[in-house]
């Protein structure tokens, strides 16, 4: 995806989609902006945005988009939008330690029972280390 352009209209804008850093670190990474921009643009700041951003381009930031940052109403919007009914599945996080960068990371393997036993562990740990000593 080409680079958004860095004009004072588009840093306005997001300065107000990604309010948490600044905007031209905002604009920086084109794909990861356009994920903010389909859950907080509004329809004006949509417009500007569009003037710069190709169908194309949108199609591959929705490809690429990374995980947890689209909500699933706008996930379902912007898919169905540019013809994508149902709308694949959002992107998910995933936890663990890939072997290489090109292999999925594996899955942490949380269940009931470790949860259990980890709760155990550390409640043990607590009163070893600052539960009443020496009180009979």
Not at 24 to 35: C, G, K, N, S
Not at 36 to 51: F, N, S
Not at 85 to 100: E, H, M, N, Q, S
């Amino acid at each position: 995806m080409k680079g958004i352009p860095v004009t004072p209209l588009t840093l306005e804008v997001a300065r107000r989609i990604i309010w948490f850093e600044s905007p031209e670190q905002a604009l920086v990474d084109p794909i990861r902006f356009m994920a903010y921009a389909m859950t907080y643009a509004r329809h004006e700041d949509m417009q500007l945005i569009r003037c710069y951003v190709s169908d194309d381009d949108f199609r591959e930031a929705l490809d690429h988009v990374p995980a947890g940052i689209v909500d699933p109403r706008s996930w379902a919007y912007w898919n169905s939008k540019f013809g994508r009914y149902p709308a694949p599945p959002l992107p998910v996080r995933r936890f663990g330690i890939a072997a290489d960068p090109g292999e999925p990371a594996r899955q942490l393997e949380s269940t009931a029972l470790d949860l259990a036993e980890l709760r155990r562990r550390a409640c043990e740990d607590w009163n070893d280390k600052y539960g009443p000593k020496g009180k009979s």
